[in-house]
C-alpha cells in the first residue's frame, strides 16, 4: 500500500506525522522523504547523522546502474526493526533532478507498506505522479480556519488533477483521499473541521497536540519517558491502525544492501561488520536513526 501525505500551504506537521506514522505502522513500511523543499529527518530527528550519501538523491544516481528497485533498499537507513527511511534531498534544486513518476512506479508493489512525505502541494516540483500512484492521500492540517481553508484548496487541487495527461489517472474515489488533522480544539473542535473537511477530504483521524513529542521527532529534541505512551504517539498509533491496510499478507522486500546503522544524542555508531556488509534482504537486527523509542 502507497499512502502519500501532503499540505496545503503553511507548516502543519507533514513531516512529524509521518514519521511518527512509521514509528507506529503495525506491519514493515518504508517512510520515503519526497518533499521536494528537502528533507528535514535527517537534521532533525536524526540530529545531523553522517548517512553516507544515502537519500532520494543517491537513489537518483544508483537507479541508472543498479536498478531502482535495488537502488531504494541500498539507499535506505533504518529508524526501528521494519522500519526504514530514505531521506529526502538536502536543497530544493536537487528536487529538480529526480523522475517522480519513476519513483513513483518504484514504490508501487515495492514489498512492503509505504508512507510517503510529499510537503506542500501544489508545490515547487510536481509531485503528481506520487498522487497519481496512491492507494491513498491524506491532507494534514491544523484545525485553524487559515489550515482549514488551505487543506480544503490542496484537495481541490489534487481533485483538479484527475485525468491529467502529465501524470496520468489520479483515482480520487470515495476512500482514497482523506484528511487528518493535528491538535483540534486548536481553536475549532473536531465536529467543526470534520464538517468542513467532508466533501473536500473527510477526516481519517487527528494527531494529538503534543508539543514535547513533536519536538523530540521533528528537531531531535529530548524524548520523553515511555515515548510509546505519549499523547501524540497514542494518537499515531490508532490513526496508523486505520490507515493501514487489514489482513493481507506482505511480500518479501526485494534483494538488496542492507540499511546503514547510524545514531543520534552522541551515543555510538554500530559499524560491526555484520552491520554493515550488504545483504540479500534488508537486515533484520535494528540499526537506528534517532533514539525517542
Request: charged fraction near 20%; include cysteine; aromatic fraction near 4%.
Amino acid at each position: 500500500m502507497l499512502t502519500v501525505l501532503t499540505s496545503g500551504k503553511g507548516a502543519p506537521g507533514v513531516t512529524t506525522v509521518a514519521l511518527g506514522l512509521a514509528l507506529a505502522w503495525p506491519a514493515p513500511v518504508l517512510l520515503v522523504e519526497a518533499d521536494p523543499a528537502g528533507g528535514a529527518i535527517r537534521h532533525g530527528y536524526g540530529q545531523g547523522a553522517d548517512l553516507s550519501g544515502r537519500g532520494l538523491l543517491g537513489w537518483h544516481v544508483a537507479a541508472r546502474r543498479i536498478g531502482a528497485r535495488e537502488a531504494i533498499w541500498a539507499n535506505t537507513v533504518r529508524l526501528q526493526d521494519e522500519c526504514w527511511l530514505v531521506p529526502g534531498v538536502d536543497a530544493p534544486a536537487q528536487a529538480a533532478s529526480i523522475d517522480y513518476a519513476a519513483l513513483a512506479a518504484t514504490l508501487t508493489g515495492i514489498g512492503v507498506d509505504v508512507l510517503v512525505d510529499a510537503g506542500r502541494i501544489p508545490g515547487p516540483t510536481g509531485i503528481g505522479p506520487l498522487v497519481a500512484a496512491a492507494d491513498k492521500t491524506v491532507v494534514v492540517l491544523r484545525s485553524t480556519l487559515a489550515s482549514v481553508h488551505a487543506a480544503q484548496a490542496a484537495a481541490n487541487h489534487i481533485a483538479d488533477l484527475a485525468g491529467s495527461t502529465s501524470v496520468g489517472a489520479i483515482r480520487v474515489e470515495a476512500d482514497s483521499l482523506a484528511s487528518v488533522v493535528v491538535g483540534a480544539g486548536r481553536p475549532y473542535p473536531m465536529g467543526d473541521v470534520r464538517a468542513a473537511m467532508t466533501h473536500a477530504a473527510p477526516l481519517a483521524g487527528e494527531v494529538a497536540w503534543d508539543p514535547t513529542t513533536a519536538a523530540a521527532l521533528s528537531d531531535g529534541g529530548p524524548a520523553p519517558r515511555r515515548f510509546d505512551a505519549t499523547a501524540l504517539m497514542r494518537s499515531v498509533s490508532r490513526l496508523a491502525s486505520a490507515l493501514a491496510p487489514c489482513g493481507r499478507e506482505q511480500d518479501s522486500p526485494v534483494k538488496t544492501a542492507g540499511p546503514q546503522p547510524v545514531s543520534r544524542h552522541g551515543k555510538r555508531v554500530e559499524d560491526d561488520d555484520h552491520r554493515l556488509r550488504h545483504r540479500a534482504t534488508p537486515p533484520q537486527e535494528p540499526a537506528t536513526v534517532g533514539g525517542a523509542r
